[in-house]
Structures are given as structure tokens and as C-alpha cells.
């Protein structure tokens, strides 16, 4: 109860943030912030094509970041992972054209995956074989992904009349199936079971059980409970990886239809804001990637009727994520404080 | 083309685009020595950006530099206020201070200057030449005939070593990075020293991201920055955490990057893609061999 009562109040902080912010600056503030609700729920049509369709990669990637966050270690890659998801998805939606709809779905998210965990699969490398911290791996990659991307659709995967720089729409069976009037599609579902798999799995397995106790203290869960922590470490960068690939793949499978620059506006760093408003609880990420949606989709509603830049809704994000962060920190209660001590190569120290 | 004007204009490419690296990675040594890893500091460098923009714009380059340098030592206050002062997870504090940066800068930009941003221009920084050994050939355009950040980033690195290595509150600093109970039991006031060098470190990435504006692209576009900040942090780990070590890091980043230009004046049809992504790649490749063989101040993150 106690952090569903500090969620709450690190949105109402960003939100009122954002009301004081654009009060200084000069923009009439109730008139942006109703056009704000207005974009995000103002209607049926806004509430499932706006705001349920911009919350599912967000779901999707914060699932993913909250367990690499409860194993202990960090993925600032999600972005990166986004865009290889995306990339494969592309790929292969532009191959299975005749193919029945769900196989050509099952491949081309199945590909999305993989690419999602291929692009982790380095950092992860680089740490279990030379050490490096997979916080700058991970990032660093980000810029490979967007360069890569920058040179596909300019290039290999361009469409044929090579104008625009951007591919060639994806073959009709690899679409994934609308529900209803509007644009949502069935990648929310997937969302959805996505998070309930994530809750039995924290829950109800040993597997989880030792992921958790990986987090909350790698020395402690070797020592008593024989956990290898390095190797559990590992996967949870994977299926982080696996999940933010995924989200690549629903988005250019369900929304685009096609791959180009800018794909994604950033919804790697806005996971990190999910993951950690949800309380990296899979159910609590449900819940905050739909708020964080809304908050999306209502910037842009507030960028085009009120005229404020969207990507004010930065500013909020930052302040949801320090709230959580800081309403936490004391009891290191959300976030596993020993991820800390990773930091630092393994060099033993000399005990004197 | 004639090889020693071609070699001369890649050497001066990449002392140009080494010298913003070169002040972040230093104010990162400076914060990482004292135990506190920055990630606020690709945002700090973008505050810095935008700051020499509207500075420069109203009281030319040189009110802009010292605009950039206030707004780096704020962003960079603000840092070590949550991450240090109220003990937060400092990664993800980082991260956090550089997506609020991102939001900032963007929407006092476009306040400032429409959302086309169209019209925007900044006085820069001239090619300062510095008689004598500008005639050097070769070496001399490269290195003595280049805007005045760079001189002021190659003036203070030999100023952070000597601070580092010769001085009381040098001695304190890096003993507060290795071992901040021990430091604090001998009567350094670690918080205080991590809070300064941090806000230290912000106000040189603050001058790098100056640079970007005023001595390279002239103008200030949305996230202008494009990971500069988490390549100084990277440069500061392959630097092994001493200012001369950083310095020929940031130079070999330089190096790679000016290698887009010296291929595109051979006229060579290589995607230029290739080599945005080189510096990245290559950061990898130098981590995986530098990693293990280096040792970071001990208490780095706590």
C-alpha cells in the first residue's frame, strides 16, 4: 500500500512540475494540461489508439528492465534492443508475404526477440569474459542501433523507389490483427500476458526467488543458497534484452508497419521511469506503462492544440523516477542497493 | 589531393572534435576520482550547449562559455544534491538528471526560438593562431591554430593533475574515491569533497558542451550532444582514471571520428553511417582490453 501511495504521489510531483514549469515559461497551463487529459483520455477513441497503443512498448521494455533491475544489474540498452527487435521484425515481415497470418506473426516476433537478445548478448559477453560494466556496454550500444538503423533504410532495406528514407511497408500477413474500431492491436494482449507471466514467474518459482535474491545480495545468495549470481545476472540481461526486442517487433508489427529513424522517441529511457514507477512489481509495470502512455499520447495532443514542446514530458519523467527513486532509497527498498558494488572491476581486494 | 594538406586537415579534424570529449572526460576524472560516476553528464554537456547558445547570442562567445559553465556546475549540483547529498542510486540518478536535460533543453529552445529554431545565429569562437608555432608544418595548423576552448582544454588538464597528485586537497579527493570510511575517520569531509568535484566535473563538461556550439557546429539542435557525455565516461575508464591517460584516449576518439572526413575528402563511397557508429564500436573493443588490466578508485558508485 505504502508504495502504491509514493507512485501516486511521484506522478501528481511530475504533473504539478509540469504545471509550474509551463506556468514560468509562459504557456497557459490549464488550457496545455486539458489538452493533455484530453489527448490521453478524453475519449474512447483517444484512451485505445492514443494512449493504450503508446503504453504497450512501454510495458513491454519496462517488464524487461524491471528484471534486469530486481537481478542486480542494469540494461540502459533497452532503445538499442528496440531497434535490433525492430530491425529483424522488418526483415522478415518483408518476407513472408502469401505466408497465413499467424505464422508470419510467430516469425516475425520470434525474430524481434532474438535480435533483442543478439544486441544484449554483447554486453553480456563483455562482462562474464572481460568485466566491462554492462552500464556503459549498454548505452554505448544505443548509438550503434540508431546508426544501423540510419544505415538500413538509407541502404539494403530502403524502399524501392529509394525517396524516402525509410522501408518498404511489411507484408499484410505479418500485421498483427486490430481489436476493435481505432488502432489498437493485439500486441496489448501480448503486453498483458506479458506482465502475468512476469508475476507467476517472480512469485510462485524458484527461479524467481533466486533472481530476487540475486538483487537484493549476489555475495549472500552464493553463500547460502549456491545461486551462481554472475550467471543469473546474465539472463535476466537477456530476457531484458528478449523483451525490449519484442517491443520493437509489436511496434513495426502493430503500429508502423514499416522501419525508420526515430522509431522509437526514446521509449528505452521512458521504460526506466516505467520499470521503476511500477516498483518493478510485473503487475505495477502494467499499470504505470499505461500512465506513462497516457502521458505520451497527451503530449502530443498538448504539442499540437497547446503548442508546449512534447518531449516536456522529459522533465516529468526525470522528476517520477527521482521521487520513486528517493522515497526509496533509505530502506534501498525498490532498488537493490548492492547493484552498486558490480560497479567496480573484480579485482579482489587485498585484505590487510 | 596533396597528402600533407590532407593529413593536416584530419590531424586539425580531430584535435577539433577530440577538445569537447577532452572536457568532459576530465570533469569526469575529476568526480570519478572522489567515488561519484556521472551519467548526468551527457545532460550536464547538452545544458552547457544550450546555455552557450543563448549566451553567446546576448553577450557573444565569451559571455556564452561562462553561461555554459554556471548552467554545467548547476546541472551538476542538482546531481550531487540527489545522488550525494540524499544517497540515491547514483546510475540511475544519472540517467535521470541527463532525460530531464533532454526535456529542458528542448523546451526552452524552442521557447527561445521557435519551433523551427530557424534564424539562430551565434557568435563563435575564431581559429586563434598563435604565432611562431603555427608555422610548424604539419603539427602547426593542427594543433596551434585551433578555436580558444581548445587551449583551454589542453590548459586544464596539467591543472587537474596537479591538483590531483600535488596537492593536500588532491591527496583527499582520491583517498575519499578510495575509501571513504578511512578518509572520513582521518577528518576529510567526504560528502563535501564528492559534492565539489562533482560540481567541478559539471562545469567542464558544461565548457564541453560550449565547445560543440561555439567553436564547432555554431548553432544548438535538440540533443546536439548524441552520447558525447557517455563517451567521456567510457574515455575516463580506458584513461585509467589519470588526467594524461584521458587526454590521449580522448585523442584517439578523435582520431576515429576524424576519420569520416579524411574518407570523405578521398571520396571514398563508404555509408558514412560506418563511421558515426566507429567511435561506439571501437569504445567497446578498447573497454573488453582495457577492463581488468585497469583498477577503478575503490569506492567508485558508493
Redesign the interface.
Known sequence: MIRIGWAVLAGAAGLAILAL?LEA??YDSSSALTALWNGAFGSWYAFTSATLVRSVPLILIGLGIAIAFRAGV?N?GAEGQFYAGAIAATWVGLHVAGRPAALAIAMVLSASVLAGAAWVA?PVW?KL?????E???T??????AE??V??LV??PLQEPTGIYPQSDAIAEAARLPLLAAGRLHAGFLLACAGALVLWYLFSRTVWGFRLRAVGLGPRAAEVSGQIDSPRMGAVALLCSGCLAGLAGGVEVSGVSYALFQNLSP?YG?TG??VA?LGGLHPLGVLLSGIFMGALEAGAGAMQRDAG??S?????????I??VV??AT??KGGW?P?R???R???A?P?AHR | MDPVVLVTGFLAAAVRVTTPLLFAATGETLSERSGV?N?GIEGTMLAGALAAALGASEWGPWGGLIAALVAGMVTAGVFAL?AIG????????G???T??A???T???Y??AFG?AGAGLSIPTFPPLRIPGLASIPVLGPALFEQPFPTYLALAGLPVVWWVLFRTRLGLALRATGEAGAMARAIGVRTRLMRAGATVAGGGFAGLGGATLVLAQVGTFT?RMT??RG??A??IV?LGRWHPLGVALAAFVFGLATAMQFLFQALGTRV?Y??F??LP??L??LA???A??R???P?D???
Open positions: 514549469g515559461a509562459g542494469f540502459i554483447v563483455l569474459r572481460f568485466g566491462v560494466i552500464v556503459i556496454s548505452l554505448l550500444l544505443n548509438f550503434v546508426s544501423l540510419s544505415l538509407q541502404g526514446g529511457f526506466i521511469a521503476l508546449v514542446p518531449v516536456a514530458v522529459y522533465v516529468v519523467e526525470a522528476v523516477i527521482m527513486l528517493l532509497t533509505p532498488i542497493v547493484v552498486i558494488r560497479i567496480r572491476p579485482a581486494k | 560516476i551519467l540527489l540524499a544517497r540515491a542510486d547514483q546510475i540511475i540518478t540517467t535521470a538528471i532525460l530531464a533532454i526535456g529542458l528542448g523546451t526552452v524552442r521557447r519551433a535538440e548524441a552520447g557517455y563517451l565516461i567510457a575508464v555509408p553511417q560506418l558515426l557508429m561506439y564500436l569504445t567497446l573497454l573488453a582490453g577492463v581488468g585497469v583498477r577503478a575503490g567508485l558508485g558508493r
